[in-house]
């Protein structure tokens, strides 16, 4: 059975911290993928890694950093935590030429 | 650039009728197209996708490059289908770069 984990599924953070969101896959995918969701918006592609200490931005890149220093974990780093980063965050994962994304269950990031 | 398309955010029906749920794109090329579906309470995951061709739980949709469609129906909904339905397009076979709709809530009343 495919598994993407994700570290938290509620964290709540204050403005200014420096925000962690961990995300470790056991498929041996080399694609992984970093989403916010948020009502009316859909899915908006902030990062995406295609192997080991490579990325490449997606959409919405600004406030947000990402580390894959080994195939099965892709962190997302919010450098500065602001209100309106505020999100459910999803993590996902896909074999090279597969169009099948594996998600994670999501991290509800509160920032107040 | 909006890329996906979904102008329904939400979409009611009775149990037993058919149900369209409208995805249009903008891409010159030819991308591969994708449902995704998330049920209350669970992960996102893939309904189907337009190179496979199949019917799931139902569901089919036919890629329309005309049209740049890629409507998703179902001629007779059932509750078990409400959910919140995405479109996703990716640019090319490497599938390394995904865009999603905003989505549509389908509702199925008893």
């Known amino acids: 059975d495919v598994k993407v984990t994700q570290s938290s599924r509620y964290l709540v953070k204050r403005t200014g911290e420096k925000v962690f969101l961990e995300c470790v896959q056991d498929?041996?995918?080399?694609?992984m993928f970093w989403y916010r969701q948020d009502p009316g918006l859909g899915l908006r592609l902030i990062y995406f890694?295609?192997?080991?200490?490579?990325?490449e931005k997606g959409d919405i890149p600004e406030g947000y950093s990402v580390s894959r220093e080994k195939k099965e974990r892709f962190s997302l780093i919010l450098e500065s935590a602001s209100t309106n980063q505020t999100s459910m965050y999803l993590c996902?994962?896909?074999?090279?030429?597969?169009?099948?994304?594996?998600f994670g269950p999501g991290t509800r990031l509160t920032v107040t | 650039a909006q890329r996906v398309t979904q102008p329904e955010k939400l979409l009611s029906v009775f149990k037993g009728a058919p149900v369209e749920l409208k995805c249009n794109y903008s891409?010159?090329?030819?991308?591969?197209l994708f449902w995704y579906v998330q049920y209350s309470r669970q992960r996102l995951q893939l309904l189907l996708r337009?190179?496979s061709r199949e019917s799931i739980k139902g569901f089919t949709a036919d890629l329309n490059k005309g049209e740049t469609s890629f409507h998703l129906k179902k001629p007779f909904a059932q509750e078990e289908d409400s959910a919140m339905y995405y479109c996703?397009?990716?640019?090319?076979?490497?599938?390394?770069?995904?865009?999603f709709g905003s989505g549509t809530k389908l509702n199925v009343k008893p």
């Open positions: 498929m041996d995918h080399e694609n």
């Open positions: 890694s295609y192997d080991v200490k490579m990325k």
């Open positions: 337009h190179i």
């Open positions: 996902a994962s896909t074999p090279t030429g597969s169009g099948e994304q594996y």
């Open positions: 996703a397009l990716s640019p090319g076979n490497n599938f390394n770069k995904f865009y």
């Open positions: 891409y010159s090329g030819s991308p591969e």
